[in-house]
């Protein structure tokens, strides 16, 4: 079977199998997995050499270090050596003490199994940061600390390869490796050089022709000439495009060179996980289905346990600690990398190194269901202080149900008029720092009835609802309206159909939480093209009056697919009438914001979307309100 039917193929099976495990909760590389698993020789001999997908696919990995180096500037780069050199060295060698004795079980002589420790303590880069990324964890405490490590075993990799040669016994390796640590310095430098003198000229001269496809041949270039003048070094691919993102990364093309790299590095990731699934040997692990299991849960074990142990090392919150343990507790990548290296070096026979290679593969494929389990238990390890039951005879008029940002602005306009209130936050810390402040918060979860009781929500007036979770404000508004009838509740919506479940439940007043300030927004961008203050504060009342009495007419047909278009459809053109009469007003002569409004109000009616208002509605939540 040629090229293009196996292509053709495999991206069919991605479009139904990835997406289906997404749905599932199960994440996309575990899509990625069973498609290879299928595909390759273990089961349907599809794809009879993996080996091959697995040497091309090893270019989203590739991809995926250029894209993250960008995010990092040097002077952050270097903000993060301790970090680096610390969190690094401490769970590679930790890692590699207690894995060594595998080796010695398996009759290896001590410096080859140390080899084989130092080896198997190497996690997944592609692994880990794609969860990570999926889960938009990256930035975080436990995400940051991993990635730290992730970069540390990637420059490991060098010197153990560099290793091999010794261990296999050979009289001539110290020239060759002197020269060939000559050799990678100088090529760092270079690259260096290049990549922060020389290239962005390029780049600017490219994107000066205005030829898009070029800047993104450019961008290509780059990556690829890094990755393959480190290999000839003896460096790490990942490790070159990595360099090539971080000299790039204070540059003004940072952004267009992520957005034409993220195609294909999506696209070549997915494949390096659908390689990896490819490169199962089933009969072996089911020959070997013991060594391998223990293998694999040893060796799982083991890292999580360092992991741990370097979380607390670090004092990282409580709640981080299983996150780290899980996140990179699998084999990764270079495993099978120097696992191959050393079986043509004569260093470990081919048998040991495929039982490692299944064992490794595995712990990969186990990975999102060991973070989601590290989740869970870091989510159960939150502040174990007691709620708050004493509330004091004072029963304000208005009790508040979180006061993170966005409860603290309504706080504030109650503050600023003399109403009083009562905050509840499950946030302990939260609570510490805004009782400084002298406002009247505690520490309480607005979702348990008996806490609200306490804090004397039956006397209240009015409840507030805005805590940043969709479910528990959902939780929080049933109780109001199921035991407190006579209370006023007013509630924070995530988006649009955040808003319609409130409404559903007889919410006094529903606030969508970027609405507002993307209005606010608005106002300002028009009068920075150009439009008079009360003609832009017109136009955007007239959308925000029209948009919200569209929330309500669509309310009816929130179940209704078809219905729901059409109806947003309708009011689309009455929006584009609308629009249209306000430009008509009387104003300063025609300029060409002017008629760039009217150019965009005629299209009005191509920009029917379902219920898509909040551009950002869609990222998870990141801190308690």
Known sequence: MNFLNEAAVLLGAAIIAVPLFQRLGLGSILGYLCIGLLAGPSLTGFISEPESVLHFSEFGVVMLLFIIGLELEPRRLWGMRKRLLGLGSMQMFGCAALLTPIGLLMDLPPSIA????????LSSTAFALQVLNERHQLATPHGQSAFAMLLFQDLAVIPLLALL???AGRADATPDDGWLIVRSLATVAAAIAFGRLIFPRVLALVARSDVREIFTAAALFLVLGMALVMEWAGLSMALGAFLGGVMLADTPYRHELEANIEPFKGLLLGLFFIAVGMSVNLALV????LWVLGLAVAMTLVKTLVLAVIGLIA?????EIPRLATIIAQGGEFDFVLLTAAVAAGVIDQ??????IAAVTLSMAATPFLYQFGENLG???????????DFGEETPPVLIAGLG??????GRMLKMEGINFTALDPNVSQVEFIRRFGSRIFYADAARLDLLRAAGIEKAQLLVIAVDD????????NLARTHFPHLKVYARARNRHHAWKLMEMGVDGVVRETFASSMEMSVEVLKGMGYPSSNAINAVRTFRDFDNQLLKDTYTHRNDREQLRATEKAAMHELKSLFQQELNRPKPRSTPEGDALKGATANADDDVRESDDDADDQTPSRSAG
């Open 114 to 121: 140390i080899f084989l420790g130092l080896t198997l303590a």
């Open 165 to 167: 040669p010794f261990l």
């Open 286 to 289: 089911l020959d070997n289905l």
């Open 315 to 319: 004092r990282l919150p409580r709640t």
């Open 351 to 356: 048998r040991i190194a495929s039982l490692c």
């Open 379 to 389: 989510s159960r390890l939150k502040e174990t202080r007691p709620y708050d039951t």
């Open 405 to 410: 940002r966005f409860g603290q602005m309504v």
């Open 470 to 477: 969709e479910q528990t404000a959902l939780t929080i508004a």
